[in-house]
Nanobody
Framework: QVQLVESGGGLVQPGGSLRLSCVVS????????MAWYRRAPGRQRELVAT???????NTEDSVKGRFTMSRDNDKNTVYLQMNALKPEDTAVYYC???????WGRGTQVTVSS
């Protein structure tokens, strides 16, 4: 059974940083495309970043230059480094493994002064 567990969310002031982690069990991520999504209040879930095997991470325009996705295949973990956070980044952030199509339960990020 594939499981994904996100962590690292919390309350941060505008301009601050957070690092999200997603630990995967039940499958080795080395050959899997991984992704981060988010769902803001009242909005649909949207793609934030993807990372294909043996490739480079890609971030969506809304977070480009501020967010960076990385992966550690030995730890079966992916990360989302979020810098220069804005109130509009407030959302539940989800990790997804694209092949099996499994989702984590999400971690709340709130950007507020």
């Amino acid at each position: 059974q594939v499981q994904l567990v996100e962590s690292g969310g919390g309350l941060v002031q505008p301009g601050g940083s957070l690092r999200l982690s997603c630990v995967v069990s039940g499958v080795a991520i080395e050959r899997e495309t991984m992704a981060w999504y988010r769902r803001a209040p009242g909005r649909q879930r949207e793609l934030v970043a993807t990372y294909v095997p043996d490739g480079t991470p890609n971030t969506e325009d809304s977070v480009k230059g501020r967010f960076t996705m990385s992966r550690d295949n030995d730890k079966n973990t992916v990360y989302l480094q979020m810098n220069a956070l804005k109130p509009e980044d407030t959302a539940v952030y989800y990790c997804r493994i694209m092949g099996p199509g499994s989702w984590g339960r999400g971690t709340q990020v709130t950007v507020s002064s």
